[in-house]
C-alpha cells in the first residue's frame, strides 16, 4: 500500500511473537504475543508518542520498527521502502537515517571510552568519520548541539552527570543525520528536575533538524509536552490513537482515561477521581479473549469478551478499539504545556 509524499515511517499489522518452550529439535507451542497487529505512521517531522504500562510492547515495537528485532508479521516501510526483510546488510545504509536513544545513559555508554570515541562510532562503523580533523569537527559539532562544551571530547563517561551522559546519547544519535529517532523511555532513568530538560532539548532539536521521533513512554504528563499524537497501547495492541490535546481532553477508551487520571494537576487546590485498575497486565502468553483490557474495565459488558474490537475511526483523526459508543469519559484541562 502506498503512502502519502510526507509519510517517513508506515507500521502495518506489525506483530512481535516470541516462543515459549521450544527445544533443539521442537517447535515452541506456544508464543508471547508481545507485539500482536500494531498499525501506525509517522509523518516527516511529526511526534509520535507510544505509551502504555511497562510490559505494555512499547519497546518491543520501536526495536521491530528499527529492525534490531526480526518481526513475526506484518510490514515496515521507512521513506517508501519496505524493510521488513531486509538482510543486515541491505539495512546498513538505512540505518544512518533510523537512530535509538537509550533508556539508561549509564549502561549505553562504555566506560572505558572517550566521548569523541563514543560519538563518532556511528560515523567509524558506516564510514562517514574521514580524517581524524573531521571526524573530531564532527562531534564537536554535535556536542554543542546538545549543549556539551567542546572541551568534552577527551572527557570518559564517569566524569558527567546522568543528564550529561544522555546528551551525549542523543550527539550520538544525531551525528549521522538520521531522518527518525526512536527515543526509548529517554527521561525515565533521570532525576525528575532533569527530565524536563531532556525533553524540552529533544523538542528543541525536533524542530530545528525537521526530525520524525517516535517517543516511547509510560508518563502522559512528559509525552503530552512534547507529542504531535499519542498513541495508547495495551498488552501489544493499540488502543487509542489521536491527536494530543483531542486525546487529553476527550479520550475515547477506557484505559486512556485511566492513564489520564493519574496524571499531576499543577494546581494543588484542584483534585481528581483516580482511577485505579484492578489487577495486573494480564500475560500476553494467554491474554483474555475478546476486549485484552476488559478484565480491568469498570465499564466493561458481557460482550466485550465475545469479539476483539477494532483499530477504528470515531472522529476525525481519532481512532480507538472499544464497542462502548455510549461513554462519556473524563478528560483533562489542556494547556499544551
Known amino acids: 500500500m502506498s503512502a502519502p509524499a510526507d509519510v517517513l515511517l508506515q507500521v502495518e ?42 510490559g505494555s510492547g512499547k519497546s518491543t515495537v520501536g526495536r521491530t520498527v528499527l529492525r534490531l528485532e526480526t518481526p513475526s508479521g506484518g510490514s515496515i516501510r521507512f521513506a517508501g521502502q519496505d524493510v521488513t526483510r531486509l538482510s543486515r546488510a541491505a539495512m546498513r545504509p538505512l540505518r544512518q537515517r533510523m537512530q535509538l536513544i537509550f533508556q539508561d545513559p549509564y549502561a549505553s555508554l562504555n566506560p572505558r571510552m572517550t566521548v569523541e570515541d563514543l560519538v563518532a562510532a556511528p560515523l567509524d562503523i558506516h564510514g562517514g568519520a574521514g580524517t581524524a580533523a573531521e571526524r573530531r569537527t564532527r562531534v564537536e559539532a554535535a556536542l554543542q548541539l546538545v549543549g556539551l562544551p567542546p572541551q568534552s571530547i577527551t572527557r570518559y563517561p564517569h566524569e558527567f552527570s546522568g543528564g550529561q551522559r544522555q546528551r551525549i546519547g542523543i550527539a550520538r544519535a544525531l551525528i549521522t543525520g538520521p531522518d527518525l529517532l526512536v527515543a526509548d523511555e529517554p527521561v525515565s532513568a533521570l532525576d525528575v528536575s532533569i527530565q524536563a530538560q531532556v525533553v524540552n532539548l529533544l523538542l528543541s532539536l525536533q524542530r530545528r533538524l525537521g526530525l520524525a521521533i517516535l517517543f516511547i513512554s509510560h508518563d502522559l504528563a512528559v509525552v503530552g509536552h512534547i507529542s504531535d499524537r499519542i498513541a495508547v497501547m495495551y498488552l501489544g495492541r493499540l488502543v487509542e490513537v489521536a491527536e494530543t490535546r483531542r486525546l487529553f481532553t476527550t479520550p475515547r477508551h477506557p484505559y486512556t482515561e485511566a492513564l ?49 474490537p477494532p483499530l477504528r475511526e470515531v472522529a476525525p483523526g481519532h481512532f480507538k478499539a472499544c464497542i462502548r459508543d455510549d461513554l462519556n469519559m473524563a478528560g483533562q484541562d489542556w494547556s499544551g504545556s
Request: glycine fraction near 8%; aromatic fraction near 6%; charge should be positive.
Open 260 to 308: 489520564l487520571s493519574a496524571v499531576p494537576i499543577p494546581d494543588p487546590t484542584l483534585r481528581r477521581e483516580r482511577i485505579m485498575l484492578s489487577g495486573d497486565l494480564p500475560s500476553p502468553l494467554d491474554p483474555p479473549s475478546g476486549c485484552s483490557f476488559r478484565t480491568r474495565c469498570r465499564y466493561a459488558l458481557p460482550d466485550c469478551a465475545a469479539v476483539r
Open 13 to 54: 499489522d506489525l506483530r512481535k511473537w516470541f516462543p515459549v518452550g521450544a527445544g533443539l529439535l521442537s517447535r515452541a507451542r506456544h508464543h508471547v504475543k508481545a507485539v500482536d497487529g500494531v498499525s501506525f505512521e509517522i509523518r516527516k517531522g511529526e511526534v509520535l508518542s507510544l505509551v502504555g504500562e511497562s
